[in-house]
């Protein structure tokens, strides 16, 4: 029975710190927690962050894709839907852009959730990514019932908003954001999926996050 | 006297070159005051409903969105592109050879001016020099797409 003490000393002490001596590192998102343990007869303390939650999902080639495909590796996620004809098309757009400049790199992946389960099934995700003309081991597109859990996930997990809403146009609210998920399952980065500069920054993003 | 004769005659010929462009119908209206606002609103009405999907340079994406900027579905089914801007389009299409299959929701509340606008604007971008596609024709096409609609 391990016994959690939060010190906010400590943790502005490390945020200080991190912002003198690190300061080409990309921030960490989150809630984080400074864990005391012994070891050793030894008062450790250990920083616990935000990770991304156990999740389970299918793709578009019907591949079950977890926390384990991306184990390791460095990754951009979104949610968006399929059907959708606002922000959508231009997420598409601008995650493409992202695509063609990382397809030959193997530490980084794409992982794009539809939020209308019922609709996009998977081999309507497969028709839609071979219309993009996309490798599905590099950007796997994914669904997953109920619509709640990937609803709860973005939520909770990758900080978008992702829900239904009868009085939008096509019955979905969602965010346009593409997070940057590093190594070890923590959000680095946020960026308006809608918009060309701010993706251009996470290009930039991607590859500090690999020279960490 | 000899110049001054000289000078009418060049103006007559100046004068028969200018009535021979602007009576010129083969060429379309490309440089009326009436082309250049439709395109300015065209334009404007494109980014606001067409561009998230076919994007601004009309280059479409994939084939999940068609393009505009050469297409020949544009070419051939004028009246159609019209009726589906506001009525959407759920059969598949051929454009230059590939299929789409994505349904285009239509925007049922654009007027038949708007569309005119539109259809000018992409109808004299890119690859197309149509001229201008007034009002009066798109409410003729409007009308009668609808009778096939309803």
Redesign the interface.
Known sequence: MGKKIIIPGAFLLLLVGFGACEQDRLPIFGQRQVVAREVNGKQVNDTVYHTIAPFTFTDQDGKTITNETFKKKIYVADFFF??C???C??M??QM?RVYQDIQNDPEVLLLSHSIDPEYDTVQLLH??A????VKSDKWHFVTGQPKEYVFDLAQKSYFATAMEDKAEPDGFIHSGAFLLIDRQGRIRGKYDGTKEDDVDRLMKDIKRLERE | MIKVISFSGLCFVLLISLFNCSSNSGKPDTTSIKFTQYVVRGEELYQKHCS??H?KNGSG?????PPLNTSDYMNQNFEKVLCLMKYGLKEPITVNGKSF???M?GVVTLTDLEIAEIATYIYNSWDHNRGIVDVAEASRVIKACTSVNQ
């Open positions: 399929t059907s004809r606002t922000i098309p231009i598409k757009t493409l028709d839609f071979a219309r993009l003309d | 998230n999907c994007q994406l994939g084939l999940v969105y299959v994505q349904p929701p």
